[in-house]
Nanobody, 119 residues
Framework: QVQLVESGGGLVQAGGSLRLSCAAS????????MGWFRQAPGKERDFVAS????????SYATSVKGRFTISRDNAKNTLYLQMNSLKPEDTAVYYC????????????WGQGTQVTVSS
């Protein structure tokens, strides 16, 4: 079982930056592929970014590529999402998620953190 707790959300003006964190309870955090997802009001939850176990490979949604950076610190059991050049359309609840390397779907989810970008 993995417990995930996001933090770092808030209100920011367009063009600003935020850094989200996701603290994981698992002692074997480094064994999990981690991802960030977001859900805007009235919309489905969408993929934002993912990172492999060692952090050596990352993947991004087209809408955030070049503006967001996903990273992880396995020694601290923490996942990060650095968000720069924020746009109003980035407004959403952001979730971190974890899945085992042999799994095709994310198994564990945090409670989410709200990010609001004002124009």
């Amino acid at each position: 079982q993995v417990q995930l707790v996001e933090s770092g959300g808030g209100l920011v003006q367009a063009g600003g930056s935020l850094r989200l964190s996701c603290a994981a309870s698992a002692r074997t955090f480094s064994n999990y592929i981690m991802g960030w997802f977001r859900q805007a009001p009235g919309k489905e939850r969408d993929f934002v970014a993912s990172i492999m176990t060692s952090g050596g490979y990352t993947s991004y949604a087209t809408s955030v590529k070049g503006r967001f950076t996903i990273s992880r610190d396995n020694a601290k059991n923490t996942l990060y999402l650095q968000m720069n050049s924020l746009k109003p359309e980035d407004t959403a609840v952001y979730y971190c998620a974890a899945r085992g390397t042999g799994k095709s779907k994310y198994e564990y989810w945090g409670q989410g953190t709200q990010v609001t970008v004002s124009s």
